[in-house]
């Protein structure tokens, strides 16, 4: 059986034999496909590459028929039970699980790097007192570039380097000062002695104690959370830093674009938007009716449906498991019975199972972080801070791969062909 595709083209009955490679053909395979000299060549149409592989990667797999995710190998299901989110970031990094003298030093420089620059917080104080902290964090992020002009050196392994700790280290710092901000609280520095997240709750949370001591359960669900949240390949943030960092830009603006990217309720924006929906509809007596709006179009299940997976995502798994040992901490959600409802009803009901839509990860994170006391709009904070860790390895794999240039889609053209100019006084309202 040869491994290639033979395509006949019926406007002009030639034949090509088009090689494949990992089940896969090049579209530019695709351009000595013409029907005259003069002709540019045929390409491929995929709006939302729903059918395009962009680049090769050996960071994250994932089969969504079968509910899959593998990082560097292993199983998402470990990763959340065994490893710690400072261990996956490493992990998704540099390619393998690190060595105890590896951890340690990785994790003494995430530390040493959690301060940022103390006009970062005049530049905070210029945002409105309710400005959403996901624009803040895009905001603020994007200025590190500023502060940090080493970051144009993209190809200099070690200014590379440098950037992906400060941008790990510091994204829990920005989020919680955007949080500080509108709470109308002063900033609270980095406390170096405490865990990643141990730090990042004390940044929000801590008021007059010299020490902020956080929950160890909580504390250890929000690094589990931070670990589910690390990376999922090349979804739509995933894509954007691919994409603006292709361009060579500095990872810090990239990350500022990939933040946008996420920031729709979409994407990383749909865990806000899975609570207000719950709030919405406030009780299990009224699950019925949105189910109903729901299938007429009028509105879409937030926490529903996946572009990849076809199944339920492992993610929301551990997430269920993880929910009931945070409620037995701070007591449960009001909204859980109605999430659970709305998840039971879904799950048999035609519309949700023809078109297999199941949880994803949004669709029971939104209750975690309420009951562990974050205001909704810090939700898509939450989640990009740890997929933080997803950006720069994607982004340095991408930097790396001799294959990858600017990039650069095609489009079909369907407007006006050539047409002159002509004055204003002769033209008619439309
Ligand atoms: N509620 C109701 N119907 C839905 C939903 C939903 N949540 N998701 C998809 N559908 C329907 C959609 O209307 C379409 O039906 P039809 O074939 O009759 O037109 C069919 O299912 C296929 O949908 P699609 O829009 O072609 O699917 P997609 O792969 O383009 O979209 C998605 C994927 C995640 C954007 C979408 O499922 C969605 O909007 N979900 C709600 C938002 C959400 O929870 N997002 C978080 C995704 S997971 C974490 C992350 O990426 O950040």
Redesign the pocket.
Known sequence: MADSLTIIDNRTDKRYEVPIEHGTIKAMDLRQIKVSDGDFGLMSYDP?F?NTACCKSQITFIDGEKGILLHRGYPIEQLAEKSTFLETAYLLIYGELPSGEQMDDFVSQITRHTMVHENIKKLMDGFHYDAHPMGILLGTVGALSTFYPDAKNIMDPEARQRQIIRLIAKMPTLAAYAYRHSRGLPYAYPDNSLSFTGNFLSMLFRVTEPTYYPHPVLERALDVLFVLHAD?EQ???GNAMRSVGSSHVDPFSAVAAAIAA?YG???????E??LRMLKEIGSVDKVAAHIKR??T?E???????????KNY?PRAKVIKRLAEEVFEVTGTNPLLEVALELERIALQDE??VA???YP????YTGLIYEAMKFPMDMFPVL?AIPRTAGWVAQWEEMLLDPEQKIARPRQIYLGQQRRDYYPMAKRQSQ
């Open positions: 939302s729903g999922h979804n739509c943030s996420l309720p979409l994407h990383g924006g749909a865990n938007a899975v729901v299938k179009g509105v879409r299940l937030m926490g529903f449906g996946h572009r990849v997976y995502d519309y949700f078109r297999k839509l994803n990860i949004d669709f989640f």
